[in-house]
Every structure is written in structure tokens, then in C-alpha cells.
């Protein structure tokens, strides 16, 4: 087992020994060196953002402190590695310390005895505790050994003073468990938590008191409240059970202790005392052996007879009035197995608690151990977070690394685009993009996978996907939303709409006549609280132990003014109170004159007030944040503010304790507005420069650090700057945020980022600056099928005088793509020869790219094969280190006719072992293939098969497709059957994968070749047919395009068919030309032999000529495969002639035909 080395020094502090020890860190004795002086020091043993940032709250809130019952610290060292801080060392021991003396030693402190230490010890710690509140701080952490126990004279039950350690004000999560030896249990920080703090939701001061409650329970009876096997079975008992009354265990308990420690114990904090000084004075009345009570009535009352607790602030307001809606969700947790998955809608005007009541219900639903995905919709312009990717990230963040990485195993690829943090557990940089795909087909893409991982998920639990404030969620969120309901088949998922029923958001009211049109939709309504609700509601929020009343006059002020909702009604009443409008007249709460009352008419007039009622450092902090918006994190703040530290976490949290702003949960440092009115409020406030300087220095403290391939960190920096009218930085963070998304290859982003630099140039007169941008947009947009929007970004930027080489070199290139992409063949072979002659003049890696450039395009628009031989050749020879040239050259040597040459030049590159052998096998089955030689053929396409899935990708798609497309043709002619034919439907999947649609023409003439030279006319008829009804458009490739003519007229003419009238013109005013492939000049001679046999026709003469010419060519390639079908078309040719002098030479021609199919190319 391994043991950890203490430090023996921290700075200038000696450590003399360990105090304790914790998940958090460790808490030393030591001594300060400078002045000899004993203190106790703190550090933080796992640092992070967060967890820092919390331990500075901690000592900040304690340095601010002065009370002897806190205890005190002196220095903090935050930098220093652990962070750490110093504060004062207290003899003594922990009351955990204590309750052990008491356990091992029942006869010495009798049930009487710890009743009354446990009551001193509660009367000091209300005093501390009421300090504490008047801070408006809550500790969140009282425990046993968070309390230390000082003896003055050695009476440890009556002679002793408190002192509060550990201030968890926003405490670590992770917890330190001991272990009870007497009774079992695992005892620790969750065994003192609140209901409220178990569930989650909202705390003040009564939660602290509840914690109180536990330990007196603890000391009098030396058990607890509840008793269960584990954690877990102890915080759901926290939450829905009553505790066990302490008379069960100690039948000597007080019966004023009894009633007092039922209060403390209640789930409901509004039935608690309602403060430390509240349950002081009760606790007082236990130290008086007599005690007298006198009866009175609450009408003797009045306002100069004072009540304790009157006047100090008002506690946080209660959930009332809601219980339906919470139960209506609850129920739909629990119908989560049915046959579909459940939608709901919780609607309810602003103010109407709709936020309180899906908390609630949250920390309701939370043993039934749910998945929760949501995101939370601001009004508001400051870039965010792909909503889908918001959604994925709220769950990531609540997963252990294992978990990540199992349940995203699949998706990763295709969900990492729009997720921020998928990248920190997979290499997201090396997946396929998707660039090829339309922006539709991306979205179903991405919701096809999203629903995927839901049903990952579901294996689990139940899966909640809620959308807050939905009605302000973007219009393209909404067509990903549709497309993944209509899909998703989840039974155990839940999708929750938190909405106001005031938009006027088309999408969202789509959407949401969509759900209400199908049988598993629920709408909850929140509607105005009745008059009795709203008493209730604010009468729990008076600090005063006795329940008074609301006078007729303030309940009608109340309701008219309110309206029944519950947020305004808060609001007016705790201006009413804090301004002192409202008294205690003879035993009711009344309200002075209503006709002179300066209060609020609106929710957004009470929100106006309460941010013009802040100190003037407070404004200026809001008015930083309203900058940034939701999401906003303390570092930003601070370098926006050029204030220290501790004034911005001081700031923040007394706006955080008003309910002005609220943290994050998702476990960063960001804080958000409570309510989205009072961004908008705070916004609407400033003047524009005051805006303008804000945004400026909102960009200058992202800039500071800013990730350098953070998209949305770019956008965010853009976005301010732009609004600070400093344009120049904006457009350089628009084009950087630009190339980020291009290198993610988020091809929409990017054009959007290039866009906003172009709409701030306009502002600019740099022209070549704009050219720059002009020329990424066209490369975005080529890059994302979208040529035509390219062709206007290149032609603008061909249009700019006193080009640059490079500049029109990138200009006259993209073009060409672009006219190739839209079948403009003869545009892009102009490009292509402009490229040509302007790359004569560059270096040589552009002077042999320009070549293959043109060569590529001579071949396509001219069909001349010889010329792309010719550039590709001499282009490798000047720049050796042309990309692929190995692959191309045979290629293109095969379309020069050169076939022979070409397969010797394919066996010397397979025996220097070049690392990708795929696309070179495939190039050799096919010349086989062309030769007649089947099988050694198929052993080369074999040989293709057995390499690498890496080799076969880097071949190419094109290469996969001519795999399969062989194949086919192979299966067909060695062993045919039905299973041959789904070779060809690879090849179609691998056209719509890769986005090669432009390739069916190729599929098509490949099917009609085999049927025809395998002598299937009627099939090969019945396609044309097909073709010509569905009125496709021929190839437009010089070669495809008169194959596929001469392959048609072919089949029309063999079934004495006529063929479409349109093609027919078109073939007959082609002729081949000698550099046209041997394929295209055989398809053409048999075409014309066809017609030739035709009865009538008198070309039969003439098509012998040609036969012979062609057949000269297949000899000398050794194209036996073609020379067949010629000497087969001469022989019927020659028999319908009735030539019977020539029958000898027919029979020869017969014999030709066999002999040379045995012939084969020389071996490896």
C-alpha cells in the first residue's frame, strides 16, 4: 500500500502535523516562521477551474467575517502549488470528537446531560448562524466536525465555546465518510443535508437550521434520524420519509426538546423556525427550571408592539400552488415504458414559475434515476453552441470518462461537429467528413445518430431531453428537432418544452401543432395563482415566528396589482416590506396607503426597479455581463472590469443571493441571468457608446485567452469587436473563426464566418484584403457542392486589377472545378488552357499540375487520350513529386490506346512494392479483362480484394467503384448468376457515399456493354427504353457520351427497334476520330455494322471497311476480348452478303476467334 508524503514546508510555514485529511484536501498545523505564531492551514488537493474557484469564495467569505465564533484566517497563496490559505488554530477538539466521549461513556453523560450541552451548544451556534444569514450566506455544511469545541475550566457540558470551521459556502462535491462502530452505519456530510439540499433544489438559512436540528438529535440520542443500509437509502429517507421521533431511542428527552427538534426535522423549511434567533429564544426557555406562559390574543397586537424577527430580510419564497404540475410530470416518469415516447409542454406566462417548477420536479424525479439532456434558450444575439451539441455536452458533463467513451463509441464521427467536448475523448480531427452532403441530408445525419445514442442511453434509465425557454430556440433547431421526433422509437424518453405561450416563433408553433396533433403529448398549463396561494406564498417568507394574517386591503392590493402571479406578486410585496409600506396592525399584516405607493405596475417595471436599486458597482458589473450574455464565466468578468478578484466574487455573489443571477450547473464558473427580461433590461439601459465600449472590452478579455481553434471562442471575439466598431479586428477574427471551421470542415460555418468578413469590408477599402476572402468563399462553396455560388466568388475576384499570379492561378483553377461539376465542359476546358499557359511561367510543382490539368480536361471535353498521356507525363518528368502520378499514368496511357504498354508499366510499378497495390491490381484485371483473359483477370481482382480497406481508400472512391464494376462483368462472363448483379449495387452505394452521382451514366454503360457483347439484346433494348422514357440526359463526357450513343444504337438496331430520334442525329454526326479509345471506335464499327444488317441497307461494304480497320487496331493491342465481337460482326456481315466464295474465310475467322482467346499477356 502506498503511503503519501506530506510536505514539511509550504512557503514560509514549518508544517508541524496533519489535522485531517479529506477528498478535498488536507488541513495542517503549522508554524509561521516570520513570527513564530501557531496557525492551522487549508489546501486544495484537486485543482480545476471550479474547484479553485470555490476555495477562494471560501476564504473570501470567512476574511470578511468577524465573529469569535468563526474562525479567523490571515493570508491566502493561491498560486502556489496546492493552493492554500492560513487561518487561525484552534485547541480544542470537533464535537465529532465529543459525541465518540459521549458513546463510549453513557454513564457519565447521562440523556439529561447531553440535552443540555446539546442546547448551549445550539444557543452559541445561532448566534454564529445569525451572523452568518445576515451576510446573506448560508454554510451548507454543519456537521459535527465542522463545529470545535473550546473548554474554559475543564466542564465540557457547561464551560465551553463554539467555534465554526470548514465554511463550505459553495462546499466541493466529493464528501469524507467515517463509519459509526456502535451502530453501523456510514456517517458523514449527506447524513446533515436539508431535504432541499438532497433534492437539489434552492437553500436559506432554515436549511442550515434543519442541519442544527440533526446534530442536537445526534447528541441527545447517539443515533441519527433515520436509519438505513447505505448513502443512498439515507438521502431518500431524508427526503420522503419522517424521521424517527427521538422518543423511540431516549425516552428522557424533554418534551420541549421533542417539539422543538419535530420543528427543526420538518421537509418543508417554511414549517421550521424561521431563524437562528427564532429557535434561540426557544432554545433559551429550556435552560429555565420555571417556565411561565401567558395567553394572549394576536388582535392585541399592533405595530409599536414589535415581533422578533420583524424587519430583518425576507427568506426565500416557497413552491406553492404547483403541486398538480409537478405531479402530472412525475406520472409521466413513470409511463416511460409504454409503446412511444412521451412529449409535454409546460406553458405558463413569464413569472409564472415555470423554472421553479421543473426544479422541484427535478430533484423529485432524481431516485428514479433519470438521463437528463437539456439546454437552455436565451433572447439574445451573442453567439452560441449548436443547440444539438448543448444537449450532448449536458450529459458528457455529468459522465465519467469509461462512460463517455462506451456509450459514444458508435456516434463520435458523426455527433463531434457540434459537440465541445467530444474532442477531449476521441480523436475527432481524423473522422470522416461529410462535405459531400447537402445541408438537409447533414441534419439527418445527425439526428439519424442522435437517436442512436438515445437508444444507447435508454439501456440505462429513462431519457428527459428538455428544451427550456424552447419558444426562443433557433428556426434551424426546430427542422433537427422534427426530423429526430419523427424518427426516434425510444420507449423510455421523454422530450419536455418549458415555453411562454407570448412568441411568435413559426417554427415553434410548427413544432408544437405537430406534438399536440399526435396521442402522447401533455399540456401543463401554469396559470395565476388564487388569492389564498398568494398569501400563503408570502406569509412564508416573513422571518417571523408567528403566522399573521394579510389585511382585507393588502390582499385586494395584492391581487389586483398582482394579478395572481406568483413572480410579480414576490416582488411587489418585498418592496412593500423592504421600504417599510407594510406594519402589523392589530394582529394582521396591513399596507400603509396604496394611493402614495411608488411600486411596480409590471414584472418588467419590478425588474427595472430591482436592477436600479443595486449599488453602482453592481450596474457596472451587470452591465459587463449583459455584454457577454448567458454563460458568461468570472475570469471575463474580471479582465472586463480591472477589478480584483475578491471585489468580482464579492459582487457576484450578493447578485447571486438576490436572485439577480444564478450559477451555472453544469459545473463550470458561469452564471447566467435569473430571467431573461433582466438581460434585456440591463442591455436596454446603456447608451450605445456604453455598449460599444462594453463589446470592446468584452473582446479584449475572450482575446486574452483565447483557444486558438475554439470556433465559437473566434465568433464570440468577432462578434464584440464588430459592435465596439473596431472592424478591422472583427474581420480578422470572422476569417480566423472562418478557417477553423474550414479545417473542421463545417463547411456551413465557415461560409457564414467569410460572409460576415465581407459584410464588415464593406466598410474597408482593402480590395485585396476582400479578394482573399472572396477567393475562401469560393473554395467553401466548391468544397460544399455549391459551384455556382464558387463561379460568382472567382469571377469577382478575377474582376480585381493587378492580380497576383497565385491569386489567379487559385481563381482560374477553382472555376475550372466548378464548370466541371456543373457539366460545363467546354468553360472548364478553356480555364484548363489558360491554367496551362499561365503555369508556364511558375515553379514546377504548378507547371506539372497545370499539365495534368489540362490533359484531364483534353480527355473529358475532346476524348483525347494521347494528349492527357502527353501533360501527365511530362509533368511528372518536371516535378517528380506529383501527387499520384503513378496511379494515373497507366490509366491515361490505357485511354492513349497504349494498352500494352500501359500493363508493362502496371508490372513494374507492382514489383518495386509501392505501399498502395488496390488501385494497380484493379488497372491490370481490367486489361486483362479487355485481352479475354477471365481468369487471370479475376486472380488480379483477387489480388485488389486482399488488400488493406487503408490501400482500397487510398486508391480513391473511383477505384472502389471500377472494383466492383469489374467484378460484375467477371461473375457474369465466368460463372453467371443472379449474385453478380449486386456487384453492381455496390458500385450505386458507392456513387451515393462518396457523392460520384455524376458516375451512373458509367454504371449504365458498363450493364449495356456486358449484355450486348454477351449477346442479351432484348435486356440491353429494354434499358435504353428506360432510359429514353425517363428522359435522362446523355453523358456529358466527350468518351461516355459517344459510347453510350454507339452502345444504344447498337441495341436499338439488333432488336430492329428504332431507336430515340434525338440520339440518332447525334450519333450520326460522329465520327471517331484516331485518338479516340479502342472501346469507343469498336462500340461505333459494331454500331454501324448493326445497321449495316439491317434488310434494305446497303452499307454493308462500307462497314467491312471500317470492321477492318478497327480489327487492325485490336490486333496489335492484343484486345482479343473486342477483336472477337468485330470478327464475329464480319462474319454476319459477310454471310448476309451470301459471299460463298469467301466461306472458307469465314470458317478461319471462326477459328481465329477460339485460338486467340488462349493467347495471354506475357506473366509477372
Given at each position: 500500500?502506498?503511503?503519501?508524503?506530506?510536505?514539511?514546508?509550504l512557503?514560509?510555514?514549518?508544517?508541524?502535523e496533519?489535522?485531517?485529511?479529506?477528498?478535498?484536501?488536507?488541513?495542517?498545523?503549522?508554524?509561521?516562521?516570520r513570527?513564530?505564531?501557531?496557525?492551522?492551514?487549508?489546501?486544495l488537493?484537486?485543482?480545476?477551474e471550479?474547484?479553485l474557484?470555490?476555495?477562494?469564495r471560501?476564504?473570501?467569505?470567512?476574511?470578511?467575517?468577524?465573529?469569535?465564533?468563526?474562525?479567523?484566517?490571515?493570508?491566502?497563496?493561491f498560486?502556489?502549488?496546492p493552493?492554500f490559505?492560513?487561518?487561525?488554530?484552534?485547541?480544542?477538539?470537533?464535537?465529532s470528537?465529543?459525541?465518540?466521549?459521549?458513546?463510549?461513556?453513557?454513564?457519565?453523560?447521562?440523556?439529561?446531560?447531553?440535552?443540555n450541552?446539546?442546547?448551549?451548544?445550539?444557543?452559541?451556534?445561532?448566534?454564529?448562524?445569525?451572523?452568518?444569514?445576515?451576510?446573506?450566506?448560508?454554510?451548507?455544511?454543519?456537521?459535527?466536525?465542522?463545529?470545535?469545541?473550546?473548554?474554559?475550566?475543564g466542564?465540557?457540558?457547561?464551560?465551553?465555546?463554539?467555534?465554526?470551521?470548514?465554511?463550505?459556502?459553495?462546499?466541493?462535491?466529493?464528501?469524507?465518510?467515517?463509519?459509526?462502530t456502535q451502530?453501523?452505519?456510514?456517517?458523514?456530510?449527506?447524513?446533515?443535508?436539508?431535504?432541499?439540499?438532497?433534492?437539489g433544489?434552492?437553500?436559506?438559512?432554515?436549511?442550515d437550521?434543519?442541519?442544527?436540528?440533526?446534530?442536537?438529535?445526534?447528541?441527545?440520542?447517539?443515533k441519527?434520524?433515520?436509519?438505513?443500509?447505505?448513502?443512498?437509502?439515507?438521502i431518500?429517507?431524508?427526503v420522503?420519509?419522517?424521521?424517527?421521533?427521538?422518543?423511540?431511542?431516549?425516552?428522557?428527552?424533554?418534551?420541549?426538546?421533542?417539539?422543538?427538534l419535530?420543528?427543526?426535522?420538518?421537509?418543508?423549511?417554511?414549517?421550521?423556525?424561521?431563524?437562528?434567533?427564532a429557535?434561540?429564544?426557544?432554545?433559551?426557555?429550556?435552560?429555565?427550571?420555571?417556565?411561565?406562559?401567558?395567553?394572549?390574543?394576536?388582535?392585541?397586537?399592533?405595530?409599536?408592539?414589535?415581533i422578533?424577527?420583524?424587519g430583518?430580510?425576507?427568506?426565500?419564497?416557497?413552491?406553492?400552488?404547483?403541486d398538480?404540475?409537478?405531479a402530472?410530470l412525475?406520472?409521466?416518469?413513470?409511463?416511460l415504458?409504454?409503446?412511444?415516447?412521451?412529449?409535454?409542454?409546460?406553458?405558463?406566462?413569464?413569472?409564472?414559475?415555470?423554472?421553479s417548477?421543473?426544479?422541484?420536479?427535478?430533484?423529485?424525479?432524481q431516485?428514479?434515476?433519470?438521463?437528463f439532456?437539456?439546454v437552455?434558450?436565451?433572447?439574445?444575439?451573442?453567439?452560441?453552441?449548436?443547440?444539438?451539441?448543448?444537449l450532448?455536452?449536458?450529459?458528457?458533463?455529468?459522465?465519467?470518462?469509461?462512460?463517455?467513451?462506451?456509450?459514444?463509441?458508435?456516434?463520435?464521427?458523426?455527433?463531434?461537429?457540434?459537440?465541445?467536448?467530444?474532442?477531449?475523448?476521441?480523436?475527432?480531427?481524423?473522422?470522416?467528413?461529410?462535405?459531400?452532403?447537402?445541408?438537409?441530408?447533414?441534419?439527418?445525419?445527425?439526428a439519424?445518430?442522435?437517436?442512436?445514442?438515445?437508444q444507447?442511453?435508454?439501456?440505462?434509465?429513462?431519457?428527459?431531453?428538455?428544451?427550456?425557454?424552447?419558444?426562443?430556440?433557433?428556426?434551424?433547431?426546430?427542422?433537427?428537432?422534427?426530423?429526430?421526433?419523427?424518427q426516434?422509437?425510444?420507449?423510455?424518453?421523454?422530450?419536455?418544452?418549458?415555453?411562454?405561450?407570448?412568441?411568435?416563433?413559426k417554427a415553434?408553433?410548427?413544432?408544437?401543432?405537430?406534438?399536440?396533433?399526435?396521442?402522447d403529448?401533455?399540456?401543463?398549463?401554469?396559470n395565476?395563482?388564487?388569492?389564498?396561494?398568494?398569501?400563503?406564498?408570502?406569509?412564508?417568507?416573513?422571518?417571523?415566528?408567528?403566522?399573521?394574517?394579510?389585511?382585507?386591503?393588502?390582499?385586494?392590493?395584492?391581487?389586483?396589482?398582482?394579478?395572481?402571479?406568483?413572480f410579480?406578486?414576490?416582488?411587489?410585496?418585498?418592496?412593500?416590506?423592504?421600504?417599510?409600506?407594510?406594519?402589523?396592525?392589530?394582529?394582521?399584516?396591513?399596507v400603509?396607503?396604496?394611493?402614495?405607493?411608488?411600486?411596480?405596475?409590471?414584472?418588467?417595471?419590478?425588474?427595472?426597479?430591482k436592477?436600479?436599486?443595486?449599488?453602482?458597482?453592481?450596474?457596472t458589473?451587470?452591465?459587463?455581463?449583459?455584454?457577454?450574455?448567458?454563460?458568461?464565466?468570472?475570469a471575463?468578468l474580471?479582465?472586463?472590469?480591472?477589478?480584483q478578484e475578491e471585489?468580482?466574487?464579492?459582487?457576484?455573489m450578493?447578485?447571486?443571493?438576490?436572485?439577480?443571477l444564478s450559477?451555472?450547473?453544469?459545473?463550470?464558473?458561469?452564471?447566467?441571468?435569473?430571467?431573461?427580461?433582466?438581460?434585456?433590461?440591463?442591455?436596454?439601459?446603456?447608451?450605445?457608446?456604453?455598449?460599444?465600449?462594453?463589446h470592446h472590452?468584452?473582446?479584449?478579455?475572450i482575446?486574452k485567452?483565447?483557444?486558438?481553434?475554439?470556433?465559437?471562442?473566434l465568433?464570440k471575439v468577432?462578434?464584440h469587436?464588430?459592435?465596439?466598431?473596431?472592424?478591422v479586428?472583427?474581420?480578422?477574427?470572422?476569417?480566423?473563426?472562418?478557417?477553423?471551421?474550414?479545417?473542421?470542415?463545417?463547411?456551413?460555418?465557415?461560409?457564414?464566418?467569410y460572409?460576415?468578413?465581407?459584410?464588415?469590408?464593406?466598410?474597408?477599402?482593402?480590395?485585396?484584403?476582400?479578394?482573399?476572402?472572396?477567393?475562401?468563399?469560393?473554395?467553401v462553396?466548391?468544397?460544399?457542392?455549391?459551384?455556382r455560388?464558387?463561379?460568382?466568388?472567382?469571377n469577382?475576384?478575377?474582376?480585381?486589377?493587378?492580380?497576383?499570379?497565385?491569386?489567379?492561378?487559385?481563381?482560374?483553377?477553382?472555376?475550372m472545378?466548378?464548370f466541371?461539376?456543373?457539366d460545363?465542359?467546354?468553360?472548364?476546358?478553356?480555364?484548363?488552357?489558360?491554367?496551362f499557359?499561365?503555369?508556364?511561367?511558375?515553379?514546377?510543382?504548378?507547371?506539372?499540375?497545370?499539365?495534368?490539368?489540362?490533359?484531364?480536361?483534353?480527355?473529358?471535353?475532346?476524348?483525347?487520350?494521347?494528349?492527357?498521356?502527353?501533360e501527365?507525363?511530362e509533368?511528372?518528368?518536371?516535378?517528380?513529386?506529383?501527387?499520384?502520378?503513378?496511379?494515373?499514368?497507366?490509366?491515361?496511357?490505357?485511354?492513349?490506346?497504349?494498352?500494352?504498354?500501359?500493363?508493362?508499366?502496371?508490372?513494374?510499378?507492382?514489383?518495386?512494392?509501392?505501399?498502395n497495390?488496390?488501385?494497380?491490381?484493379?488497372?491490370?484485371?481490367?486489361?486483362?479483362?479487355?485481352m479475354?483473359?477471365?481468369?487471370?483477370?479475376r486472380e488480379?481482382?483477387?489480388?485488389?480484394?486482399?488488400?488493406?480497406?487503408?490501400?482500397?481508400?487510398?486508391?480513391?472512391?473511383?477505384?472502389?467503384?471500377?472494383?466492383?464494376l469489374?467484378?460484375?462483368?467477371?461473375?457474369?462472363?465466368?460463372?453467371?448468376?443472379?449474385?453478380s448483379?449486386?456487384?453492381?449495387?455496390?458500385?450505386?452505394?458507392?456513387?451515393e457515399?462518396?457523392?460520384?452521382?455524376?458516375?451512373?451514366?458509367?454504371?449504365?454503360?458498363?450493364?449495356?456493354?456486358?449484355?450486348?457483347?454477351?449477346?442479351r439484346?432484348?435486356?440491353?433494348?429494354?434499358?435504353?427504353?428506360?432510359?429514353?422514357?425517363?428522359?435522362?440526359?446523355l453523358?456529358?463526357?466527350?468518351?461516355?457520351?459517344?459510347?453510350?450513343?454507339?452502345l444504344?444504337?447498337?441495341?436499338?438496331?439488333?432488336?430492329?427497334?428504332?431507336?430515340?430520334?434525338?440520339?440518332?442525329?447525334?450519333?450520326?454526326?460522329?465520327n471517331?476520330?484516331?485518338?479516340?479509345?479502342?472501346?469507343?471506335?469498336t462500340?461505333?464499327?459494331?454500331?454501324?455494322?448493326t445497321?449495316?444488317?439491317?434488310?434494305?441497307?446497303?452499307?454493308a461494304?462500307k462497314?467491312?471497311?471500317?470492321?477492318?480497320?478497327?480489327?487492325?487496331?485490336?490486333?496489335?493491342?492484343k484486345?482479343?476480348?473486342?477483336?472477337?465481337?468485330?470478327?464475329?460482326?464480319?462474319?454476319?456481315?459477310?454471310?448476309n452478303?451470301?459471299?460463298?466464295?469467301?466461306?472458307?474465310?469465314?470458317?478461319?475467322?471462326?477459328n481465329?476467334?477460339?485460338?486467340?482467346?488462349?493467347?495471354?499477356?506475357?506473366?509477372?
Amino acid at each position: 500500500m502506498s503511503t503519501v508524503t506530506e510536505p514539511e514546508k509550504l512557503l514560509h510555514y514549518d508544517i508541524l502535523e496533519v489535522l485531517g485529511s479529506g477528498g478535498n484536501g488536507t488541513v495542517y498545523r503549522a508554524v509561521d516562521t516570520r513570527n513564530e505564531k501557531v496557525v492551522a492551514l487549508k489546501t486544495l488537493k484537486t485543482v480545476t477551474e471550479v474547484t479553485l474557484n470555490r476555495f477562494k469564495r471560501e476564504y473570501l467569505a470567512l476574511k470578511k467575517m468577524d465573529n469569535d465564533g468563526i474562525v479567523k484566517v490571515f493570508e491566502g497563496f493561491f498560486e502556489h502549488a496546492p493552493p492554500f490559505f492560513s487561518m487561525e488554530w484552534v485547541r480544542g477538539k470537533t464535537l465529532s470528537n465529543v459525541i465518540e466521549d459521549m458513546e463510549h461513556n453513557p454513564l457519565i453523560f447521562s440523556v439529561a446531560d447531553r440535552e443540555n450541552f446539546a442546547v448551549r451548544l445550539a444557543i452559541q451556534a445561532c448566534d454564529i448562524l445569525s451572523y452568518i444569514h445576515d451576510f446573506q450566506e448560508v454554510h451548507r455544511d454543519l456537521k459535527p466536525d465542522n463545529l470545535f469545541i473550546t473548554m474554559d475550566k475543564g466542564n465540557i457540558l457547561s464551560e465551553f465555546h463554539v467555534k465554526m470551521l470548514d465554511f463550505g459556502l459553495l462546499k466541493q462535491l466529493s464528501t469524507q465518510e467515517d463509519e459509526d462502530t456502535q451502530s453501523g452505519m456510514i456517517v458523514g456530510t449527506v447524513h446533515y443535508l436539508s431535504p432541499e439540499q438532497a433534492r437539489g433544489t434552492s437553500l436559506d438559512p432554515r436549511s442550515d437550521l434543519y442541519s442544527l436540528g440533526v446534530i442536537m438529535y445526534r447528541i441527545i440520542s447517539l443515533k441519527l434520524p433515520y436509519e438505513a443500509k447505505d448513502v443512498v437509502g439515507y438521502i431518500f429517507k431524508t427526503v420522503f420519509e419522517d424521521p424517527i421521533p427521538i422518543d423511540q431511542h431516549t425516552q428522557e428527552c424533554s418534551k420541549q426538546m421533542q417539539s422543538i427538534l419535530h420543528d427543526l426535522l420538518a421537509k418543508e423549511p417554511g414549517k421550521r423556525p424561521p431563524t437562528a434567533n427564532a429557535l434561540k429564544s426557544r432554545l433559551k426557555g429550556l435552560l429555565q427550571k420555571e417556565v411561565k406562559t401567558v395567553d394572549f390574543d394576536a388582535s392585541d397586537l399592533d405595530f409599536t408592539s414589535g415581533i422578533e424577527g420583524w424587519g430583518t430580510p425576507l427568506l426565500p419564497p416557497p413552491l406553492i400552488g404547483r403541486d398538480e404540475a409537478i405531479a402530472k410530470l412525475e406520472r409521466l416518469i413513470q409511463t416511460l415504458d409504454s409503446t412511444h415516447p412521451q412529449a409535454a409542454l409546460v406553458i405558463g406566462e413569464p413569472g409564472m414559475g415555470r423554472t421553479s417548477v421543473l426544479k422541484e420536479w427535478r430533484s423529485r424525479v432524481q431516485f428514479k434515476e433519470p438521463i437528463f439532456m437539456q439546454v437552455h434558450f436565451a433572447e439574445e444575439a451573442v453567439p452560441a453552441q449548436d443547440p444539438v451539441g448543448t444537449l450532448m455536452d449536458s450529459l458528457i458533463r455529468n459522465m465519467k470518462p469509461e462512460e463517455v467513451k462506451t456509450v459514444f463509441r458508435d456516434v463520435y464521427p458523426f455527433l463531434s461537429s457540434v459537440s465541445r467536448y467530444l474532442g477531449r475523448y476521441f480523436d475527432t480531427k481524423s473522422v470522416s467528413k461529410f462535405d459531400h452532403l447537402s445541408p438537409g441530408r447533414k441534419l439527418q445525419v445527425l439526428a439519424i445518430n442522435f437517436i442512436k445514442l438515445i437508444q444507447t442511453l435508454t439501456v440505462r434509465g429513462p431519457i428527459v431531453i428538455l428544451l427550456d425557454n424552447a419558444q426562443n430556440a433557433p428556426e434551424r433547431f426546430y427542422g433537427w428537432l422534427t426530423l429526430f421526433w419523427e424518427q426516434v422509437g425510444s420507449k423510455k424518453l421523454l422530450l419536455l418544452l418549458s415555453a411562454s405561450p407570448d412568441h411568435s416563433k413559426k417554427a415553434y408553433n410548427q413544432f408544437v401543432a405537430r406534438l399536440k396533433s399526435g396521442p402522447d403529448m401533455t399540456e401543463i398549463p401554469l396559470n395565476p395563482l388564487e388569492e389564498k396561494q398568494i398569501c400563503d406564498l408570502l406569509q412564508d417568507m416573513l422571518p417571523i415566528a408567528t403566522r399573521l394574517p394579510f389585511s382585507e386591503k393588502l390582499r385586494k392590493f395584492l391581487m389586483e396589482r398582482g394579478s395572481g402571479n406568483p413572480f410579480y406578486s414576490i416582488e411587489l410585496f418585498s418592496r412593500l416590506y423592504e421600504d417599510d409600506h407594510v406594519f402589523i396592525n392589530k394582529g394582521t399584516i396591513d399596507v400603509r396607503s396604496v394611493d402614495d405607493l411608488d411600486v411596480p405596475v409590471s414584472i418588467h417595471q419590478a425588474l427595472m426597479k430591482k436592477v436600479s436599486r443595486q449599488p453602482e458597482d453592481a450596474i457596472t458589473l451587470l452591465r459587463a455581463a449583459s455584454i457577454v450574455g448567458n454563460g458568461v464565466d468570472y475570469a471575463t468578468l474580471q479582465n472586463m472590469l480591472g477589478w480584483q478578484e475578491e471585489k468580482v466574487i464579492e459582487e457576484v455573489m450578493s447578485l447571486l443571493k438576490q436572485g439577480i443571477l444564478s450559477e451555472s450547473e453544469e459545473g463550470t464558473n458561469k452564471l447566467n441571468f435569473n430571467a431573461p427580461a433582466l438581460l434585456k433590461i440591463v442591455t436596454e439601459q446603456m447608451s450605445e457608446e456604453d455598449k460599444r465600449f462594453w463589446h470592446h472590452a468584452a473582446a479584449r478579455a475572450i482575446e486574452k485567452g483565447l483557444p486558438t481553434n475554439d470556433i465559437l471562442t473566434l465568433e464570440k471575439v468577432a462578434y464584440h469587436y464588430a459592435n465596439s466598431a473596431n472592424h478591422v479586428r472583427a474581420v480578422k477574427y470572422a476569417y480566423l473563426a472562418g478557417n477553423s471551421s474550414l479545417e473542421a470542415k463545417d463547411m456551413d460555418k465557415a461560409v457564414y464566418f467569410y460572409e460576415l468578413s465581407l459584410e464588415m469590408m464593406d466598410r474597408m477599402e482593402n480590395k485585396q484584403a476582400r479578394n482573399l476572402v472572396n477567393l475562401k468563399l469560393a473554395e467553401v462553396h466548391l468544397s460544399g457542392n455549391q459551384p455556382r455560388e464558387a463561379i460568382s466568388y472567382y469571377n469577382e475576384s478575377l474582376k480585381i486589377p493587378n492580380l497576383s499570379k497565385m491569386e489567379e492561378l487559385r481563381s482560374l483553377r477553382g472555376r475550372m472545378l466548378c464548370f466541371q461539376k456543373l457539366d460545363q465542359l467546354e468553360d472548364a476546358f478553356g480555364d484548363a488552357r489558360a491554367l496551362f499557359k499561365l503555369g508556364e511561367t511558375c515553379s514546377a510543382r504548378i507547371r506539372s499540375e497545370t499539365k495534368r490539368a489540362f490533359g484531364r480536361l483534353s480527355w473529358q471535353f475532346k476524348g483525347e487520350g494521347n494528349v492527357y498521356f502527353k501533360e501527365l507525363d511530362e509533368g511528372r518528368k518536371i516535378y517528380p513529386k506529383l501527387k499520384h502520378w503513378q496511379l494515373e499514368l497507366p490509366l491515361s496511357q490505357m485511354l492513349a490506346n497504349e494498352v500494352i504498354a500501359a500493363g508493362k508499366r502496371l508490372l513494374a510499378q507492382l514489383k518495386s512494392n509501392p505501399p498502395n497495390t488496390f488501385p494497380l491490381y484493379c488497372q491490370l484485371a481490367f486489361i486483362r479483362y479487355f485481352m479475354g483473359d477471365f481468369n487471370k483477370a479475376r486472380e488480379y481482382l483477387n489480388a485488389a480484394q486482399n488488400a488493406t480497406s487503408t490501400q482500397q481508400h487510398q486508391g480513391g472512391p473511383h477505384f472502389l467503384v471500377l472494383q466492383a464494376l469489374l467484378t460484375y462483368k467477371i461473375k457474369n462472363t465466368l460463372a453467371p448468376d443472379h449474385t453478380s448483379d449486386e456487384y453492381l449495387v455496390i458500385a450505386e452505394r458507392y456513387l451515393e457515399r462518396f457523392g460520384l452521382e455524376k458516375l451512373h451514366p458509367v454504371i449504365a454503360i458498363v450493364r449495356l456493354e456486358h449484355l450486348l457483347m454477351n449477346g442479351r439484346y432484348e435486356e440491353a433494348w429494354e434499358l435504353i427504353r428506360t432510359r429514353a422514357k425517363d428522359s435522362m440526359d446523355l453523358p456529358v463526357n466527350y468518351h461516355d457520351r459517344y459510347l453510350f450513343l454507339s452502345l444504344a444504337m447498337r441495341a436499338a438496331w439488333e432488336m430492329k427497334e428504332r431507336p430515340p430520334r434525338g440520339w440518332l442525329i447525334q450519333f450520326q454526326k460522329f465520327n471517331p476520330a484516331p485518338h479516340d479509345s479502342f472501346i469507343l471506335q469498336t462500340h461505333w464499327v459494331l454500331a454501324r455494322a448493326t445497321e449495316a444488317s439491317l434488310p434494305l441497307s446497303m452499307g454493308a461494304p462500307k462497314a467491312l471497311k471500317s470492321l477492318k480497320e478497327v480489327e487492325a487496331l485490336l490486333v496489335q493491342a492484343k484486345l482479343k476480348y473486342y477483336y472477337r465481337a468485330v470478327l464475329t460482326k464480319q462474319i454476319i456481315l459477310l454471310e448476309n452478303l451470301d459471299q460463298q466464295e469467301t466461306l472458307a474465310q469465314l470458317i478461319t475467322l471462326r477459328n481465329q476467334i477460339d485460338d486467340l482467346l488462349k493467347v495471354a499477356l506475357p506473366e509477372r
